[in-house]
């Protein structure tokens, strides 16, 4: 395949080619063989480059591997574990290696033998790569691997185009979760939507943190984003969970292939929280939207994540929410996609948003528009949280909130789905730094149907709903200043909230009922 080709061309070419040859194997476990198959790809060719290299080396009488027609001292170089570590490269033996299995591909067994080199490249590496290795193909067709096999066999990992193989790893798990749909959810947020929320997080350094992390997009992006501001990538480590083991796995080659080291734990966040103690100075994730049954029968009263309040068992948002602050430094930020309801809804859910507001952590809140998600058809929106606005470096934002209305800003890309485009992305990100008085964006000015500070004072008037359209207005005044979409959102959290009261009130009835016999 042609490097000279865009990017987004040889992209899509992998990938129409690679689903043309997934025949009977069903989409979910197809994910994993693709990405495991492109992941021992990316370790080999690594391997391969720098066994070049070494090569090269031992034949270069300037170099200090200098062997001359020493061939078994040159061997032993070249089979030295120790040069290939020294320079991130992992050793791969000779039987896991790419062109080995392709010149393989054609043989019955090839299923098998890409199982053993799977095995094999692991137990060699077993601190880098235990438990990381997918290891089910020898139930596969023989003619979808050789395919595979093949396609892979052309893109290759050279010094002119380092970033190949992340770029299409992370193409290929955007188009997973696009034909998984909602089950794609559990392990991919749209890529804008990650940039959007990093732009506005900006973590130059310290710890990140993503609770929900599935396949490692907030990780990527943050790397990406000091990449773009000339920063230090060294100055910022990275710590994550996930409660699906596949999709952890997912997530580790992920950030193996970006050359990012993360402390990326198994289980459920709330139920089995692996990073207690952790304070990060920025939280950055896309949690589950609306989920049921999270845990509350499982976590103590006095659980001290859980300091606005209790969150009820039909819904995790909030406990959700209270868990990143639990985890954010003193003079942290949290940035979360959440669904819109959480703006508006009442019952124990608003008193919870009412306490987290009155601790004066909310910063910002920006609505996004429509079908940015393949995965839901749900609303959302970014609830950006900052724990000391007081002593914030840029100034004091004691007190303020700032409401961002971007539902009209994207760019349609077919029927279903819309996208923010970079432009979109910078002027929402440059309107909050505006906001907190950053450098080099201009001075913040509210600006009617986009954007307004607010106070706490203005918000408690409002019952601490935080829809950014109550807020905002709209550009022409009919005499109500509250968007018809906005109405219709916040009514359906209120009529949500009576729904949830009303199952409650039917179970206890029952209950009381059952306890006297009937």
């Known amino acids: 395949m042609a490097i000279n080709r865009s990017n987004g061309e040889m992209d899509k070419e992998l ?36 066994r070049q290299e070494l090569e090269e080396l031992t034949r270069d009488p300037d170099s200090p591997y200098y062997c001359g027609d020493d061939e078994e001292e040159r061997e032993f170089i070249l089979t030295d574990r120790d040069e290939y570590y020294s320079e991130n490269v992992l050793y791969v033996p000779e039987e896991a290696r790419w062109k080995h299995l392709q010149a393989n591909a054609t043989s019955p067994q090839i299923g098998t033998k890409i199982d053993e080199a799977m095995r094999t490249v692991e137990d060699e590496n077993p601190e880098q790569l235990k438990g990381l290795m997918y290891t089910r193909y020898s139930g596969i067709p023989q003619d979808t691997l050789e395919g595979l096999l093949n396609q892979f066999a052309d893109i290759d990992l050279g010094d002119e185009d380092q970033d190949t193989f992340g770029r299409v790893y992370e193409y290929f798990i955007k188009e997973f979760a696009r034909e998984e749909g909602q089950r794609g959810g559990e392990f991919y947020t749209p890529k804008h939507v990650v940039e959007l929320l990093v732009e506005v997080l900006e973590p130059y350094e310290g710890k990140v943190f993503d609770p929900f992390c599935g396949s490692g997009g907030m990780f990527v992006q943050s790397k990406k984003f000091i990449e773009r501001h000339d920063g230090n990538e060294e100055s910022i480590s990275v710590y994550g969970q996930e409660i699906n083991n596949a999709v952890l796995r997912i997530c580790k080659m992920n950030l193996f292939i970006r050359g990012i080291e993360g402390k990326i734990k198994l289980g459920d966040s709330i139920r089995d929280d692996q990073h207690k103690g952790l304070k990060a100075d920025r939280v950055i ?60 809804v009442q019952g124990v859910e ?23 998600f393949f995965t839901t058809s749900i609303p959302v929106c970014l609830w950006i949280m900052s724990l000391d606005k007081e ?121 009381s009922l059952g306890e006297v016999g009937f």
């Open 15 to 50: 990938w129409e080619t690679a689903e043309k040859l997934r025949g009977p194997v069903e989409a979910a476990e197809y994910k994993h063989i693709v990405l495991g198959l492109l992941f021992l790809k990316y370790m080999s060719d690594a391997f391969e480059q720098r």
């Open 391 to 511: 002593g914030d470096e840029y100034r004091d934002r004691s007190g303020e909130t700032l409401f961002v209305d971007a539902r009209g800003m994207y760019e349609e890309i077919d029927r279903t789905q819309n996208t923010l485009t970079n432009e979109h992305i910078e002027e929402i990100a440059d309107t909050v730094r505006a906001y907190r008085g950053e450098d080099g964006v201009g001075e913040y000015e509210d600006q009617t149907g986009f954007c307004k500070v607010e106070t706490k004072d203005e918000i408690a008037a409002n019952q601490y709903i935080i829809t950014p359209g109550r807020y905002v207005g709209i550009e022409e005044d009919d005499g109500d200043d509250v968007p018809f979409e906005v109405k219709m959102e916040e009514l359906s959290a209120e009529l949500r909230e009576e729904f949830r009261r009303s199952d409650e009130l039917q179970q206890d009835i029952e209950e």
């Open 285 to 344: 994730t896309n949690p589950p939207f609306n989920m049921s049954e999270w845990g509350k029968d499982v976590v103590a009263d006095d659980d001290p994540r859980f300091q606005y309040g209790m969150p009820p068992s039909n819904n995790a948002n909030f406990a959700y929410m209270q868990h990143m602050i639990h985890h954010t430094t003193d003079d942290g930020m949290v940035g979360t996609v959440m669904a819109n309801g959480s703006m508006s």
């Open 350 to 372: 608003g008193d919870i948003r009412e306490e987290i507001i009155e601790d004066d952590l909310l910063d910002a809140v920006i609505s996004l528009p429509k079908e940015l």
